[in-house]
């Protein structure tokens, strides 16, 4: 079992920042893979970042939703098994709870079902 913590959601005016982190714990495998996506009241739950996990630095490979690109950014500490998104020019349209996720395979999808493990979600809320 893989269990997944979050923090850093909270309240921002529009055009501001926050930064997520999500730390694994359990049995991870050597490569994995670890991602956000975000669910709004009412909406499907949708892809936002994934990233691979890996002790090497290549074959990495980073996704992240045309929605968001160019104002979030996901990183990561492999030693720390721990991912990040740093969320800029927040809109009051990425309101959400947002969860992580994590896949025991090298490749991040951009598939829900595709993620084995998840965290409790966090609630990001943008006030315009």
């Known amino acids: 079992q893989v269990q997944l913590v979050e923090s850093g959601g909270g309240l921002v005016q529009a055009g501001g920042s926050l930064r997520l982190s999500c730390t694994a714990s359990?049995?991870?495998?050597?490569?994995?893979?670890m991602g956000w996506f975000r669910q709004a009241p009412g909406k499907e739950r949708e892809f936002v970042a994934a990233t691979t996990i890996t002790i090497s630095s290549t074959g990495d490979i980073a996704r992240i939703a045309d929605s968001v690109k160019g104002r979030f950014t996901i990183s990561r500490d492999n030693a720390k098994k721990t991912v990040y998104l740093q969320m800029n020019s927040l809109k009051p349209e990425d309101t959400a709870v947002y969860y992580c996720?994590?896949?025991?395979?090298?490749?991040?999808?951009?598939?829900?079902?595709?993620?084995?493990?998840w965290g409790q979600g966090t609630q990001v809320t943008v006030s315009s």
């Open positions: 996720a994590a896949r025991l395979a090298a490749v991040p999808t951009m598939t829900a079902s595709s993620y084995a493990y």
């Open positions: 359990g049995r991870t495998t050597s490569n994995y893979a």
